[in-house]
């Protein structure tokens, strides 16, 4: 699926966030997904953030590397995080980082996960932040989806759709 991309709309690199979540030990499945995911999130042109440690957040951010997209990392110490990681926010704020991050996003995939994935979807959910399951918890209010491709499709259009147009020239500029 890698060599096919999904752009939903043309145009330059977007302020869209999108958080993928996940463990940081994860089953060979969920990293393959995960680095599917990254690569899409990239193909949009749309930025992805993560918690910035292994596992599902280093596949995700491979594959968005892979993509040719930007990868950012809210760690949640003062470590370094994954290799593929553009922007680093170290926070030292240990779980409670789980919270700045989705609430940096504008729209949130989850893949696999535990209990931090769990209280990340919690947050989301409490704030209206759309999120997109691949194999994650069986809650109301996540929308589960078949395949990381789906998953992709439905998150950047909920986030689209969320946002005004962040463009440059602002509302009502000639192109």
């Given at each position: 699926m890698r060599d096919q991309h999904l752009f939903l709309l043309p145009g330059p690199w977007r302020?869209?966030?999108?958080?993928?979540?996940?463990?940081?030990?994860?089953?060979?499945?969920?990293?393959?997904?995960?680095?599917?995911?990254?690569?899409?999130?990239?193909s949009?042109?749309?930025?992805?953030?993560?918690?910035?440690?292994?596992?599902?957040?280093e596949a995700a951010c491979k594959g968005a590397k892979e993509g040719g997209g930007l990868t950012v990392g809210i760690l949640p110490g003062t470590g370094g995080g994954n290799p593929y990681l553009d922007v680093v926010i170290r926070t030292n704020l240990g779980h409670a980082r789980n919270v700045v991050l989705v609430q940096s996003a504008d729209a949130v995939i989850a893949i696999g996960g535990g209990y931090g994935t769990l209280s990340e979807i919690a947050v989301a959910l409490k704030t209206?932040?759309?999120?997109?399951?691949?194999?994650?918890w069986s809650i109301e209010g996540v929308v589960a989806c078949s395949t990381p491709e789906e998953a992709v499709i439905l998150a950047v259009r909920a986030g689209r759709l969320s946002r005004p147009s962040h463009s440059r020239r602002g509302s009502g500029g000639s192109a």
């Open positions: 302020c869209m966030q999108i958080a993928v979540i996940g463990r940081e030990e994860c089953s060979d499945e969920e990293y393959e997904a995960a680095e599917t995911v990254g690569y899409l999130i990239a949009n042109r749309e930025t992805l953030c993560c918690g910035g440690l292994g596992g599902v957040m209206n932040t759309p999120v997109f399951g691949y194999r994650t």
